[in-house]
């Protein structure tokens, strides 16, 4: 086995009607005055955020409420988080709702702790955080994998930067994972959360240097049964089961188990980021509209790899004449699924009329943080890489 460093901190709570506990989980960690922070409708809709506001009342904890985070979330609605905290002596974060939300409290803890910083020099990765006000979580969609993860993604309206930002300080101290919060999902929003959870693993999967061969058979099972309790999730919505699985494999997909001793590639998500900040896409719909074309592209730089994926993952049969053809086959059947789950495999069913030459070297610009770096370690993509990928999925 290669060395890793595994570091988990976030404490699941996980099942029917856990959440109504969170006045509770928040005293435990020693908050005592509480950002409520939340999106656009649903939350308040489903009667959770009341439940919510209950629960802190019943346990005596004081509140001030921020809502209005949207998908991909706004570095304006940020800011307006920050100074909210400090003129209300915040000291911890509660997020309700999905990854936006998260991303945003995170943002906002981070703005917080470090007053020093403006918080877009942390994202633009101009200067390092110290430190980082807590946060927990009640999530509503298995998706992102905030809940447990170490990142958060931003957006910058000036610019219409989207930039992730990973360290530990973030990771969240609780999340609450009730999987009857994610029955009201709208079926696209339940299909972009399964293919951003199965690229969270895939895209650890597929890198450079393996050899934790526990690490691959763990990820290899944490796809197969995303796979297998998928449709049931968009068939029947109400589905504890399905919904169960499909939720604690999202936190298990981005707490980083599925990718321990191997360096992540990553490059669907930094392609995917681009098209987010530049036409406002649903994260994991975008991630499916160029995660095939990537694989083709870099296909050769490990052939063999990507034939155990096909084979482990989707019960290819192996060609000993053409293993190409098998590993390519496993694209196809990755891509096949995205169809079957309504989402799209190029940048038109995204909803992205063909992209013009111009718009392709921004979007290649603004990947390579304007020619400072290359993408992902399977095959490391410059500018070049990138916008042939792009323009493989410009179709
Ligand atoms: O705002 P509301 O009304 O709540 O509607 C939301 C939103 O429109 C809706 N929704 C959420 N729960 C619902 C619901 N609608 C009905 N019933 C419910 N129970 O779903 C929409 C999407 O919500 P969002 O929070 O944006 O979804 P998701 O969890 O997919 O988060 C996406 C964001 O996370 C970032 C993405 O880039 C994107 O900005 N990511 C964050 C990561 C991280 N921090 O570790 C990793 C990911 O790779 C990803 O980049
Ligand atoms: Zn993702």
Redesign the pocket.
Known sequence: MNNFEFYSPTKIIFGKGVENEVGKEVKAWGGKKVLLH??????IK?GLLGRIEHSLQIFGVPYVRLGG?????RLSLVREGIELCRRENVDFMLAV???????SAKAIALGLANPEIDVWDIYSRKKEPKACLPVGSVI??A????ES?S???ITNEDGWL?R?FNTNLTRPKFAFLNPE??Y???PY?TA??IV?IMM?TIERYFCSGKGNELTDRIAEQVLRNTIRFAKTCLEEPCNYKARSEIMWAGSLS?NHLTGLGAQMDFSA?QLE?EL?GMFDV???AGLAAVWCWWARYVLKADVNRFVQYAINVWNCILDPIDPEATALEGIKKTEGFFVSLGMPINLSQLGISTLSDEQINELAEKCTFFGKRTIGTLKPLDSGDIKAIYHMANV
């Open positions: 939340y999106g656009g409708k649903s939350a489903s985070v949207v998908p991909n979330p709702g999905g990854g936006s939300v998260i991303d509503t969609i998706a992102a994998g905030s993860s990142s958060s993604v989207k992730g919060l994610t009201t999902l709208p929003q972009s959360g951003d969270h981005h998500h980021h987010g649903t994260h994991g």
